[in-house]
């Protein structure tokens, strides 16, 4: 049984940055979530157990990266260059999958933290 607990969700204007943290009790592949206010779930990141391997959502690319600390068993999303868009609640999950976009393979999540991107 893998527990995450998130943190570092807030609001932000447009423009600016957020930092996401994941505290977990195991070590894992992990990935970052999102979902905005009448829409599904979607994928944002996912990073190997240990942090050499990670993708991204074409949404995001070159503006979010996931990295981890597994001395801390913490993964972070660092989020810049935010907008409107960017605005939903924000989940970490944890499998044993390895890379994976798809979140019904991951067996476990974080109860979430709003980002808020105002314009």
């Known amino acids: 049984q893998v527990q995450l607990v998130e943190s570092g969700g807030g609001l932000v204007q447009a423009g600016g940055s957020l930092r996401l943290s994941c505290l977990a009790s195991?070590?894992?592949?992990m990935g970052w979530f999102r979902q905005a206010p009448g829409k599904e779930r979607e994928f944002v990141a996912a990073i190997s157990w240990s942090g050499a391997t990670t993708s991204y959502a074409d949404s995001v690319k070159g503006r979010f990266t996931i990295s981890r600390d597994n001395a801390k068993n913490t993964v972070y999303l660092q989020m810049n260059s935010l907008k409107p868009e960017d605005t939903a609640v924000y989940y970490c999950?944890?499998?044993?999958?390895?890379?994976?976009?798809?979140?019904?393979?991951?067996?476990?999540w974080g109860q979430g933290t709003q980002v808020t991107v105002s314009s």
């Open positions: 999950a944890a499998t044993t999958k390895g890379i994976v976009t798809t979140q019904r393979l991951y067996g476990y």
């Open positions: 195991e070590r894992t592949f």
